[in-house]
């Protein structure tokens, strides 16, 4: 496979700075080294220049959770993308589905941020995924394909190479329940149609589309063997060091 394999921790609201430093120590003991995977974890703002200082030098990646559109301005309580990159961020996960669903953010605001973030170098994950309502009316691939229209809108073929896409279906994130390796490849296959559709097939080769939403040691190998599975977007399972390191390994084993 010509892509390679990404494997990112989405800390969300968990861990103070203190406790952020132990886990981003125990990641780089763990798998800094490790060179044929691409690794990243997204701690909260208040932990983002801590943990930078402990993985810098290491092949782990930082990432931030969340950011504004505007470059500077009256937007109290928001973020920047170059407050970000100049605290050597890399990757900003954008659109998660709880920022759809507490903080109301829609495909056209989701959008503002990606082409924000892709200006100022910064690697957008960006987050699509349906619910079980949505899922049980048959509607997964229209939601989907609306989501990843909708948030990539405008953007030209060499600045879509730049993201990556995470598919993460609302019902399986912090549930337990995952979706089979099966039905998680059936939606991301029909990602790199909207894809190939919206930016070529040659560039919808290369884009990394990870799954997301209680992936776990368990359950990695089957779902990263999948031709379309390009690595993970992990929650609960990013918050211990050692699964982290084992799901960065499923990789590994697969590269
Ligand atoms: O939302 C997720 C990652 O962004 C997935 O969370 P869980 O792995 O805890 O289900």
Redesign the pocket.
């Given at each position: 496979m010509s892509r390679r394999y990404f494997i990112?921790g989405?800390w969300?609201m968990n861990k103070t700075s203190s406790e952020a430093a132990a886990l981003a120590q125990g990641v780089v003991e763990a798998v800094g080294n490790v060179s044929n995977v691409d690794i990243a974890i997204c701690p909260t703002f208040t932990s983002l220049e801590t943990v930078e200082k402990i993985i810098e030098g290491s092949n782990v990646k930082l990432g931030a959770q969340n950011m504004h559109f505007e470059k500077s301005g009256a937007f109290t309580g928001e973020i920047s993308a170059a407050m970000l990159r100049e605290l050597h961020c890399a990757y900003v996960?954008l659109g998660?589905?709880?920022r759809r669903q507490y903080f109301k953010e829609c495909d056209c605001l989701i959008n503002k941020k990606v082409k924000a973030a892709v200006a100022s170098s910064l690697k957008p994950i960006l987050?699509v995924g349906e619910t079980l309502e949505e899922r049980e009316a048959n509607k997964t691939i229209e939601v989907v394909s609306t989501q990843t229209k909708g948030g990539l809108d405008g953007l030209t073929a060499e600045e879509a190479l730049k993201v990556v896409i995470?598919y993460?279906p609302v019902w399986?994130?912090?549930?337990?329940k995952t979706a089979t390796p099966a039905m998680a490849q059936e939606v991301h296959a029909e990602i790199r149609k909207v894809l190939a559709g919206m930016f070529g097939e040659n560039v919808a080769e290369k884009i990394q589309i990870l799954y997301?939403?209680?992936?776990?040691p368990e359950n990695a190998d089957e779902l990263l063997a999948q031709k379309d599975i390009d690595g993970?977007?992990?929650?609960?399972?990013?918050l211990k060091a050692d699964s982290f390191a084992a799901l960065v390994n499923s990789a590994v084993k697969l590269a």
């Open positions: 990112a989405n969300k996960i998660h589905s709880e987050c995470a993460e399986a994130i912090g549930t337990g997301g939403g209680s992936m776990k993970g977007l992990i929650g609960g399972a990013a």
